[in-house]
């Protein structure tokens, strides 16, 4: 078992910043590669970034490339969502989840955590 726990979320004015962290418990954080999802009212959950269980590889949605980054601190147990110049559709609820491999499908992923919600006012 993994148990997540996102925080970070909050409300920014359109091209604010906010960093998300991801902390982890349970099994060895590091084994797992870790995802970023989020949801919107309405909408299915959409694919963020996602980052291999060493960090090497990286991997993130065209519609935040350059803006949102995913980075991880295995001593941590931490991953992380820097989110720069936001827009008001970046508003969701945003998730981190576990699995095995990274994938860009929500289905891959053997743990979530409950979300934490972003707000970007225009």
């Known amino acids: 078992q993994v148990q997540l726990v996102e925080s970070g979320g909050g409300l920014v004015q359109a091209g604010g910043s906010l960093r998300l962290s991801c902390a982890a418990s349970?099994?060895?954080?590091?084994?797992?590669?870790m995802g970023w999802f989020r949801q919107a009212p309405g909408k299915e959950r959409e694919f963020v970034a996602a980052?291999?269980?060493?960090?090497?590889?990286?991997y993130h949605a065209d519609s935040v490339k350059g803006r949102l980054t995913i980075s991880r601190d295995n001593a941590k147990n931490t991953v992380y969502l820097q989110m720069n110049s936001l827009k008001p559709e970046d508003t969701a609820v945003y998730y981190c989840?576990?699995?095995?491999?990274?994938?860009?499908?929500?289905?891959?992923?053997?743990?979530w955590g409950q979300g934490t919600q972003v707000t970007v006012s225009s």
């Open positions: 989840a576990a699995a095995l491999h990274a994938s860009g499908q929500p289905m891959g992923y053997d743990y």
């Open positions: 349970g099994r060895t954080f590091s084994s797992y590669a």
């Open positions: 980052i291999s269980w060493s960090g090497g590889s990286t």
